[in-house]
């Protein structure tokens, strides 16, 4: 599969784009995926941290879509988007790879706690899709119109 530019009525594919989709909810995760397939890109998906950290060495994506609030895991490992975040830049194939937060924490200090933890964008839930595909699209150095 490859990703769209978009340039007005007609798309333009790029291809290699792949874009991983960090989040618990199995809702969300199909809902964005099905958002960025239509638009080309390919998705790999995580479910948790221990996923996420292993999707980035396996997979190498282009742009990481990142929750901030996981359940504890079974092994008791408290996994947050902000831990996840400190993970990937433990990671040197990860320290490039742009992270678009996406996340249902109200909390006004989140954004610019993501922020400063490393992340280019900040999308409260529920999201508006063509606002973060624009986002997507503009942080990979896709034109854009």
Do not use: Y
Not at 54 to 77: C, H, M, Q, W, Y
Not at 89 to 115: M, W
């Amino acid at each position: 599969m490859s990703t769209v530019l978009s340039t007005g009525s007609t798309t333009t594919p790029i291809p290699g784009k792949k874009i991983l989709v960090v989040d618990d909810n199995a809702v969300v995760i199909k809902t964005i995926c099905l958002k960025l397939q239509g638009a080309g890109f390919r998705v790999v998906t995580a479910m948790d941290g221990t996923e996420a950290v292993a999707a980035v060495r396996k997979e190498n994506p282009d742009l990481i879509l990142l929750d901030l609030s996981f359940p504890a895991e079974v092994t008791g490992v408290p996994w947050d988007g902000f831990r996840i975040m400190e993970w990937f830049g433990r990671l040197e194939s990860a320290k490039r790879i742009p992270i678009v937060v996406i996340t249902g924490n109200e909390d006004p200090k989140a954004r610019e706690r993501a922020t400063n933890a490393g992340a280019v964008a900040f999308f409260q839930k529920p999201i508006e899709h063509d606002d973060l595909l624009k986002i997507i699209r503009a942080t990979l150095g896709e034109k854009v119109s």
